[in-house]
């Protein structure tokens, strides 16, 4: 069945970068879009950006142009992603998603909590 | 990009059914019909329930029905459960290619 098995969590100070692993089985990578997702403590979902199996199109939400970093690992199928310059309000469950370009998320990792503090 | 609109939070009584909207902009929305929907249990991972605005992946209850009209769409959940408590949250795909949720709607089943 398909799977995304995402790392543990992360404790970060402000300033620095962190980087959530997202490994996939189940399912042909090469296939599907990678979304990544995150919630605030108590808040809603808040799409973050995608990247295409290849590395081909990567498409980020305006807030985290200069921060995200979204890479996929076709030999692996594992995605990738990075933020840099953490901030506080960074704190987030983070978890990636099957689909992108299909328009909608039809298999999730099981969330990776981030936690900025100093 | 500014969240979608769904209320806060919705009720009804277990064999009832409710509806949740979720309003957006033409920029939103667009003429797609990319609206997909969520469930949510607390400390749980989202669930995929709807997809393009209607349609339903495998396994999921036919209790379960999505439709839009105009810059709204709706999420109706009939023969209402205990186990259907939970946070709903729609998303559609909008005309710069980005992706924006709504806001999520907390379902309390009295």
């Known amino acids: 069945q398909v799977k995304l098995v995402q790392s543990e969590m992360e404790a970060k100070k402000p300033g620095a970068s962190v980087k959530v692993t997202c490994k996939t089985s189940?399912?042909?990578?090469?296939?599907?879009?990678i979304t990544w997702v995150r919630q605030a403590p108590g808040q809603g979902l808040e799409w973050m950006g995608r990247?295409?199996?290849?590395?081909?199109?990567?498409i980020r939400a305006q807030k985290f142009q200069g921060r995200l970093i979204m890479t996929a690992d076709i030999d692996t199928s594992t995605a990738y992603l990075e933020l840099r310059n953490l901030r506080f309000d960074d704190t987030a469950v983070y978890y990636c998603?099957?689909?992108?370009?299909?328009?909608?998320?039809?298999?999730w990792g099981q969330g990776t909590l981030v936690t900025i503090s100093s | 990009q500014s969240a979608l609109t769904q209320p806060a939070s919705v009720s009804g009584s277990p064999g009832q059914s409710i509806t949740i909207s979720c309003t957006g902009s033409?920029?939103?929305?667009?003429?797609?019909?990319?609206i997909s929907w969520y469930q949510q249990h607390p400390g749980g991972v989202p669930k995929l329930l709807i997809y393009?605005?209607?349609n339903r992946p495998s396994g999921v209850s036919n209790r379960f029905s999505g439709s839009k009209s105009g810059n709204t769409a709706s999420l109706t959940i009939s023969g209402l459960r205990a186990d259907d408590e939970a946070d709903y949250y729609c998303?559609?795909?909008?005309?710069?290619?980005?992706?924006?949720f709504g806001g999520g709607t907390k379902l309390t089943v009295l």
């Open positions: 998603a099957r689909g992108g370009s299909q328009k909608y998320f039809d298999s």
């Open positions: 990247v295409s199996p290849y590395n081909i199109e990567i």
């Open positions: 033409s920029s939103d929305f667009g003429s797609y019909n990319y």
């Open positions: 393009d605005v209607g």
């Open positions: 998303s559609s795909y909008t005309t710069t290619a980005a992706v924006v």
């Open positions: 189940g399912y042909t990578f090469g296939s599907y879009d």
